[in-house]
């Protein structure tokens, strides 16, 4: 005999994982009405689905901009999924706004994942941490170790899909897509970001505070 759910357990459920009605009340039946067992079969069913559609084609979607209180950095962001019908909506526009906000918000972060960092990139990692006076003297097999420790750890740090979502830190960027995908019913994609931060790459001027006091005494 099935559980009798409620109309506000399935709307509190819906609230908080964004699943249609249907999938609530399934997930609460399935859970005996244990709203946290249930959220977690939501998301384990969620992140499944949303596997199968990542290999589908999105090439419709929204180029979101973020620029960070004090106008001193700024991000675009190209987010693409199948339709426009699917960039037209709420969710999907808060989606893109909250991934601009996490890039502004991560200084190590330059690819969307791990996949794109460049094989140079990874051997000069590499290279730094095989240099490091800590782990000179440990036999080979266990520098080795340590060495791919922190080179998965850095890669990591490099990646948006592996950060912490700022919002929610329970979950990564990664899988704050995937729900996404499992909520609108179709691929998402961070195809591409730029970060802009004020007065990069330019040689900032040092001033000498102690000369320029000594000038302003001179003149007075």
Request: hydrophobic residues 35%.
């Amino acid at each position: 005999m099935s559980i009798r759910i409620s109309a506000q357990s399935v709307k509190e459920l819906r609230n908080k994982t964004g699943a249609g009605m249907m999938d609530c009340k399934k997930a609460l039946q399935a859970s005996d009405g244990n709203i946290p067992i249930a959220i977690e079969n939501l998301r384990k069913k969620g992140l499944a689905s949303a596997d199968k559609k990542m290999s589908r084609i999105a090439t419709e979607g929204i180029i979101e901009s973020y620029i960070h209180a004090g106008s001193k950095i700024g991000v675009l962001v190209e987010l693409n999924c199948e339709t426009d019908f699917v960039a037209r909506r709420v969710e999907f526009q808060k989606l893109s706004r909250d991934i601009a906000m996490q890039i502004a918000a991560c200084p190590s972060v330059v690819y969307v994942n791990t996949n794109d960092i460049p094989k140079h990139i990874i051997d000069n990692e590499t290279k730094i941490e095989l240099g490091k006076e800590d782990i000179s003297k440990k036999p080979k097999d266990i520098r080795e170790k340590i060495v791919d420790g922190r080179i998965e750890k850095r890669l990591k740090e490099m990646a948006l899909f592996n950060q912490p979502f700022i919002r929610n830190t329970d979950i990564t960027i990664e899988e704050l897509v995937k729900n996404h995908i499992s909520l609108l019913g179709e691929n998402i994609q961070v195809r591409r970001f730029q970060k802009f931060i004020l007065g990069e790459g330019m040689e900032k001027k040092e001033e000498n505070f102690k000369n320029e006091v000594s000038d302003m005494l001179e003149q007075s």
